[in-house]
T-cell receptor, first 110, second 118 residues
Framework: DAKTTQPPSMDCAEGRAANLPCNHS???????VYWYRQIHSQGPQYIIH???NNETNEMASLIITEDRKSSTLILPHATLRDTAVYYC???????????FGKGTKLTVNP | GAGVSQSPRYKVAKRGQDVALRCDPI?????LFWYQQALGQGPEFLTY????????KSGLPSDRFFAERPEGSVSTLKIQRTQQEDSAVYLC????????????????FGPGTRLTVL
């Protein structure tokens, strides 16, 4: 079973920040938080990952709480092309398989 | 460069037929994964290869499912005597050789093969 809990759906206005929450209260000390997204009819795409520090790349920012039991993926200026299902995954890294839940369906509205 | 490719993109099979789904990973990628995605669900792990060795097949739902990667590059997922519950999108992903101590676990996914069993 997936070790994460996400809201099933969220809406965001184009140009605004999208903040996607994820609960992972049973995360262990050697597990990372990964985010992937899946645009309709495509395979999942890696976005970002982190252990305990906040992370930022060209796609998004990842904020992890100090107790590591939850995190938030931030898309700073959402566009229509960001409409997708976003998956939060905990994983030990290396060559471990990904365990997906149902994710959050983000709809960016014009 | 070229990403992960899968063929066919769509496959319709009659119940009881055998099917073969192909995955061409990114050149040089050591790890290869197969996932099954039912409609409205997240992908579920089927099996994992490191080069030609199948290290984990715990997700294969029955002995009708068989995967191989004989030369450590192209992989084929075969489903024998297909059933309606096999209808799903089958995703292949590859990742480069990373130390088991590395946090970096980006898997590169193909577009998937949509299998419909009638």
């Amino acid at each position: 079973d997936a070790k994460t809990t996400q809201p099933p759906s969220m809406d965001c206005a184009e140009g605004r920040a999208a903040n996607l929450p994820c609960n992972h209260s049973t995360i262990s000390g050697n597990e990372y938080v990964y985010w992937y997204r899946q645009i309709h009819s495509q395979g999942p795409q890696y976005i970002i990952h982190g252990l305990k520090n906040n992370e930022t790349n060209e796609m998004a920012s990842l904020i992890i709480t100090e107790d590591r039991k939850s995190s938030t993926l931030i898309l700073p200026h959402a566009t229509l092309r960001d409409t997708a299902v976003y998956y939060c995954i905990v994983n030990k890294g290396g060559s471990e398989k990904l365990v997906f839940g149902k994710g959050t369906k983000l709809t960016v509205n014009p | 460069g070229a990403g992960v490719s899968q063929s066919p993109r769509y496959k319709v099979a009659k119940r009881g037929q055998d099917v073969a789904l192909r995955c061409d990973p990114i050149s040089g990628h050591v790890s290869l994964f197969w996932y099954q995605q039912a409609l409205g669900q997240g992908p579920e792990f089927l099996t994992y290869f490191q080069n030609e060795a199948q290290l984990d097949k715990s997700g294969l739902p029955s002995d009708r499912f068989f995967a191989e990667r004989p030369e450590g590059s192209v992989s084929t997922l075969k489903i024998q005597r297909t059933q309606q519950e096999d209808s799903a999108v089958y995703l292949c992903a590859s990742s480069p050789d990373r130390s088991i101590y590395s946090s970096y676990n980006e898997q590169f996914f193909g577009p998937g093969t949509r299998l419909t069993v009638l």
